[in-house]
């Protein structure tokens, strides 16, 4: 759809529809390009997690406030970048 032919649409439309229609378009606009250190970060299960840290899976499970942490639907996975932050800060996972 041409932008012109979007905005005559709009113009059309009764008042009370606008809000449903900014919502649609704010929800669309979320879904845009992650920025490039989003994009450049990797999410990684509690395996390589674990590995990366030289830690158990367990101990990662038994930290839930951990900052590199995600709970992504039903699923935890921890930022790759977070992670290397997180150690470079002097903390020692054991």
């Known amino acids: ?9 709009i113009a059309e439309l009764d008042r009370e ?8 378009i704010a929800a669309r606009m979320a879904e845009g390009k992650p920025t490039p250190a989003q994009a450049a970060d990797e999410l990684v299960d509690v395996n390589e997690a674990a590995r990366i840290l030289g830690v158990s ?15 992504i639907g039903g699923k935890v996975k921890f930022s ?3 992670i290397a932050r ?3 800060r002097d ?3 054991a």
Not at 1 to 9: G, P, Q, R, S, Y
Not at 17 to 24: C, K, V
């Open 86 to 88: 997180w150690s470079q």
């Open 57 to 71: 899976p367990s101990w990662l499970h038994h930290r839930p406030n951990l900052p590199f942490r995600r709970k």
């Open 80 to 82: 790759r970048s977070g």
């Open 17 to 24: 529809d606008l809000p449903a229609l900014m919502l649609a």
């Open 1 to 9: 759809m041409i932008i012109k032919d979007l905005i005559a649409a």
């Open 91 to 93: 903390h020692h996972a």
